[in-house]
């Protein structure tokens, strides 16, 4: 039974659809809305921005009505009740209603974690359009949901979670997995900047910051270290490879060196750059003769290594399948589930001592993949908590920043639960307290 069937009978046992709140009505937020607008069985309860002209003209385009906005806690939760769509400026006003499923399209990773965090003990589901998050504490926040029977997920439509689907697959056909990635959909520039692509981002509708991590490959660098951490893969060196291939290029490329492609070690993360993109792909190999017989027939190559490819993400478009499979089977469409990957920061240009650095898609760091062991033994510093971050010695461009070139702010909620995530990795205790006792969580 498909998904939407499985939604209206859901429906018409309890009496109303899935109820999704939503963190961020951006242009990823927006997609989302419009999309849920389309599918029987689900409807968007409640959006939180902290521009609510953005939460009420998402409302206006699905037809939903005038949102409420204003009044107690109490009568906000009795209005999701009644059907009539919710407006709030903090995102936490989400974890107090009604509802089975937080969406966070925010992506700034602190509010991410605050919202997963509080969302899981307040016993929704969290998905999240904010894979930043995931990089950085989403080890944490996948055993708090085991522990709370709750479900955390990255959502569907970005290229980690459609690639991982790819793996599955050819890890299901019996195939290894070589390689696993994605095409970048713009050359490399780390030292891409907000200001030098304003105009572009104008032309495109995008926030020139998030065209900037794009551009600057800390984007691509994010969502490869997600899919490694889901899939129990591995980056094989700092900043991956990332060739320019075409599509036929693909299993040529990604095999091993000693078998002549790119690849330093079998069964890590890639990409590339050139026509491969907005597509993700996986490499499996098989040197079974009757197998790689019928491959060549099947026109899949000649073997032994294959490119299985998905020539299209539809991020916002494809979101709420994650909802759908949250909430009626239980399971994520992605989560880590080992902590192979981090993305650390690099300076982008010369740094000196006194600057703050402006985070993901800034003008003074990019982000780059690194294996979770070297990053530990070098202290180096994970992107996702340096937004904020002060520079405490001068730093040359390209320099991968260590816990000794700056000093982060430890009072964040991210930095706060990754804390909690370390010790979970070095085999420590943690305790998890109820929702609005931040300070207990210092460790």
């Known amino acids: 039974m498909s998904y939407m069937d499985q939604l209206r009978q859901r429906e018409r046992e309890l009496g109303r659809p899935v109820?999704?709140?939503?963190?961020?009505?951006?242009?990823?937020?927006?997609?989302?809305?419009?999309?849920?607008?389309?599918?029987?069985?689900?409807?968007?309860?409640?959006?939180?921005?902290?521009?609510?002209?953005?939460g009420h003209e998402a409302f206006k385009r699905s037809n939903r009505g005038q949102a409420i906005t204003c009044g107690t806690p109490g009568e906000r939760a009795a209005a999701v009740l009644r059907g009539e769509p919710v407006v709030v400026t903090d995102a936490l006003d989400l974890v107090a209603?009604?509802?089975?499923?937080?969406?966070?399209?925010?992506?700034?990773?602190?509010?991410?974690?605050?919202?997963?965090?509080?969302?899981?003990?307040?016993?929704?589901?969290?998905?999240?359009?904010?894979?930043?998050?995931?990089?950085?504490?989403?080890?944490?926040?996948?055993?708090?949901?085991?522990?709370?029977g709750r479900v955390y997920t990255v959502c569907r439509g970005d290229e980690p979670v459609e690639c991982?689907?790819?793996?599955?697959?050819?890890?299901?056909?019996?195939?290894?997995?070589?390689?696993?990635?994605?095409?970048?959909?713009?050359?490399?520039?780390?030292?891409?900047?907000?200001?030098?692509?304003?105009?572009?981002?104008?032309?495109?509708?995008?926030?020139?910051?998030?065209?900037?991590?794009?551009?600057?490959?800390?984007?691509?660098?994010?969502?490869?270290?997600?899919?490694?951490?889901?899939?129990?893969?591995?980056?094989?060196?700092?900043g991956m490879t990332g060739p320019h291939a075409t599509v036929n290029d693909l299993p040529w490329a990604f095999r091993t060196e000693e078998d002549g492609g790119v690849l330093p070690a079998a069964g890590v993360v890639d990409y590339c750059t050139g026509p491969v993109a907005p597509g993700v792909f996986v490499i499996g190999h098989c040197d079974d003769p009757v197998v790689t017989a019928e491959m060549e027939y099947l026109m899949m190559g000649e073997g032994p290594y294959y490119a299985f490819y998905r020539p299209f993400h539809l991020a916002s478009?494809?979101?709420?399948?994650?909802?759908?499979?949250?909430?009626?089977?239980?399971?994520?469409?992605?989560?880590?589930?080992?902590?192979?990957?981090?993305?650390?920061?690099?300076?982008?240009?010369?740094?000196?001592?006194?600057?703050?650095?402006?985070?993901?898609?800034?003008?003074?760091?990019?982000?780059?993949?690194?294996?979770?062991?070297?990053?530990?033994?070098?202290?180096?510093?994970?992107?996702?908590?340096?937004?904020?971050a002060e520079v405490v010695r001068d730093v040359a461009a390209g320099t991968v920043l260590t816990a000794q070139d700056v000093r982060i702010d430890h009072n964040t909620m991210i930095a706060t639960l990754r804390r909690l995530q370390d010790r979970l990795i070095a085999g420590q205790p943690i305790d998890l307290p109820a929702a609005g006792q931040t300070a207990s969580l210092a460790a």
């Open 164 to 238: 991982k689907r790819l793996v599955d697959y050819v890890r299901d056909i019996g195939f290894t997995v070589v390689c696993a990635g994605k095409g970048k959909n713009n050359p490399l520039d780390p030292t891409a900047t907000p200001e030098a692509l304003a105009d572009q981002a104008k032309a495109k509708h995008m926030n020139p910051k998030m065209l900037a991590s794009f551009v600057d490959g800390s984007k691509t660098m994010i969502e490869m270290v997600a899919l490694a951490n889901a899939t129990d893969l591995q980056v094989s060196q700092r």
């Open 19 to 54: 109820r999704v709140g939503l963190v961020g009505a951006g242009q990823m937020g927006l997609g989302f809305v419009a999309q849920v607008t389309r599918i029987p069985g689900m409807e968007i309860s409640a959006i939180a921005d902290v521009v609510p002209e953005r």
């Open 317 to 388: 478009v494809e979101a709420p399948l994650t909802v759908a499979e949250a909430v009626l089977d239980r399971n994520p469409s992605l989560a880590p589930t080992v902590w192979n990957a981090e993305v650390v920061a690099v300076a982008k240009r010369d740094l000196r001592a006194g600057e703050r650095i402006d985070g993901i898609g800034g003008s003074t760091v990019y982000g780059t993949a690194e294996r979770a062991v070297v990053a530990a033994d070098e202290q180096l510093v994970p992107l996702g908590l340096v937004s904020g």
């Open 97 to 148: 209603l009604p509802i089975d499923v937080i969406v966070d399209a925010s992506g700034v990773p602190d509010v991410g974690a605050s919202v997963a965090f509080f969302g899981l003990l307040a016993g929704k589901d969290i998905a999240l359009l904010n894979v930043e998050c995931d990089v950085t504490i989403g080890l944490l926040l996948s055993t708090v949901a085991q522990r709370m």
